[in-house]
């Protein structure tokens, strides 16, 4: 059974920075794509990033580029999302996700599998 644990999330000042990671178990990962989302209150769940566990190629939304970095170790079966100079509008519960492909997809719906997320607070 896959599972997907985020930790890391918590409450930065503006500007600031924070590590969240994801440590999946339950099956083999080198054929599936990680992906990072975030759901802030009223909104919808929206792509921040992903990551080929193959290869690591990484993929980012427009609203966090050059800010945000995904990384994976392997041999501890675990996602990283770098966040750099945080935003008020990056507060939201951040979510880590898998999906069987090799090819990063923003869909909410096209992931797999889900973790049960982390509260990120960016306060002004």
């Known amino acids: 059974q896959v599972q997907l644990v985020e930790s890391g999330g918590g409450l930065v000042q503006a500007g600031g920075s924070l590590r969240l990671s994801c440590a999946a178990s339950?099956?083999?990962?080198?054929?599936?794509?990680m992906g990072w989302f975030r759901q802030a209150p009223g909104k919808e769940r929206e792509f921040v990033g992903g990551i080929r566990w193959s290869g690591g190629s990484t993929y980012y939304a427009d609203s966090v580029k050059g800010r945000f970095t995904i990384s994976r170790d392997n041999a501890k079966n675990t996602v990283y999302l770098q966040m750099n100079s945080l935003k008020p509008e990056d507060t939201a519960v951040y979510y880590c996700a898998a999906r069987r492909s090799i090819v990063v997809i923003t869909a909410v719906r096209e992931y797999d599998y889900w973790g049960q997320g982390t509260q990120v607070t960016v306060s002004s």
């Open positions: 339950g099956r083999t990962f080198s054929a599936y794509v």
